[in-house]
Every structure is written in C-alpha cells, then in structure tokens.
C-alpha cells in the first residue's frame, strides 16, 4: 500500500501568513490526491481534489499543486477560520490512504 | 443539499458485533459509490471499505477483511456495514462518505462513535 507522509506534523502561525503543508507519497502516485479541513468534532470538508482542483465554494487562498511523489497545499493568507487539522488522501488500485495530518495552530 | 446520517453506534465488547447504517438524502444515492472511513480518538483518518454504485465492486482495507461486510439498499437510500469479531483496535468514529471527483470524499456524515470494550 502507498503511505503518506505530511509533513509538519503541527504548524504554528499567524492571521496573514501564507502556510504550505507537505505530503510525500511511498512511491509515485497518479493525479489523485486531494486535501481536506477537519476541526475538532467535525467531519471533514474536502478542499482539493485531484491535485490542484478547488472543490466548489472553498476559497480561493486555498491551493494545490505537486506531481510523482511530492505534493503541496498551501493557504496563501491565513484566515481566522482556517486554524484546523489538514489531511492529504490518495487512491490507488482500489485501495484509499491518509496522511498522518497537519495540526496548523495560531503562533 | 447533500445530507449523510450515521446511526448504529454504541459500546460493544471484544469479539461481539454491531451494524452501522447510514441514511442519504439530497442527492441521487445510487449514482454513487460510497465510502466509510474511521477515526481513532484524537487521531487521523482511515479508509475501511467502499461499495460502488450498484454493490457489484467492494473493496475493505486489510485491517477489516473477512470481519466487515458493506452493503447498501438503494430503494432505501441506505449504505451500512457489518462489523463482526470487534477487536478494541476497531474502537472509533465511523463516518460514511461520498465518492466525488477523482476519488474523493466530497461529502461526510457526522460521524457515530464504536468503542469495543469490555
């Protein structure tokens, strides 16, 4: 199975700063990774699909991008509401894995 | 708007079982494969098993092969698994999720909390 590893594992910011969270596949993946926002108690919400694809009615700060085993998302302007937990997630042969998680914190 | 309810939840003990059900509304059901994942407490995401559309293909993640089965009525609007010889490791948030674009989860339920104790 492909692992995923993001990296850090906790984030500390501020309101303002632009933020990247990592996440290394074990070996090369296709174009299918997506991203997504959990706070405490919620469900996720998905943010990205297929790499670099903003899901309807996530804001535009919010961006994807990477290709083979590296892929990134950054939040070009930290807002108040984006303090939360951020998980990347591939499928591959009918087989579907998360990375660890991304605390992201108010410095 | 797109609406997944989980239901089933509870305390069960090791090597006992327990049915997870989850009702959709606002959208069209069976068009879609659907999905349930776990959460450990105060840990990250995993993928247990899918069913696709029309419950021909499923697939599970090895941790639960051969003790989970999922299934789904389309006439009911209802996704489920069946979970048999619970282990304390299964203990967990059970969310089901819809399958979106390119194989992701574009839509969650709120979740029903497994804890396997005795």
């Known amino acids: 199975d492909i692992q995923l590893t993001q990296s850090p594992s906790t984030l500390s910011a501020s309101v303002g700063d632009r933020v990247t969270i990592t996440c290394r596949a074990s070996q090369r993946i296709s174009s299918w990774l997506a991203w997504y926002q959990q706070k405490p108690g919620k469900a996720p919400k998905l943010l990205i699909y297929r790499v670099s694809s903003l899901e309807s009615g996530v804001p535009s700060r919010f961006s994807g991008s990477g290709y083979g085993t590296e892929f990134t998302l950054t939040i070009s302007s930290l807002q108040p509401d984006d303090f939360a937990t951020y998980y990347c997630q591939q499928y591959n042969s009918f087989s579907y894995t998360f990375g660890q998680g991304t605390k992201l914190e108010t410095k | 708007e797109v609406q997944l309810v989980e239901s089933g939840g509870g305390l069960v003990q090791p090597g006992g079982s327990l049915r997870l059900s989850c009702a959709a509304s606002g959208f069209s059901f069976s068009s879609y494969w659907m999905h349930w994942v776990r959460q450990d407490p105060g840990k990250g995401l995993v993928w247990v098993s899918r069913i696709n559309s029309d419950g021909s293909s499923i697939s599970y993640a090895d941790s639960v092969k051969g003790r989970f089965t999922i299934s789904r009525d389309n006439a009911k609007n209802t996704l489920y698994v069946q979970m048999n010889s619970l282990r304390a490791e299964d203990t967990a948030v059970y969310f089901c999720?819809?399958?979106?674009?390119?194989?992701?989860?574009?839509?969650w339920g709120q979740g029903t909390l497994v804890t396997v104790s005795s």
């Open positions: 999720a819809r399958e979106g674009s390119a194989w992701s989860f574009d839509s």
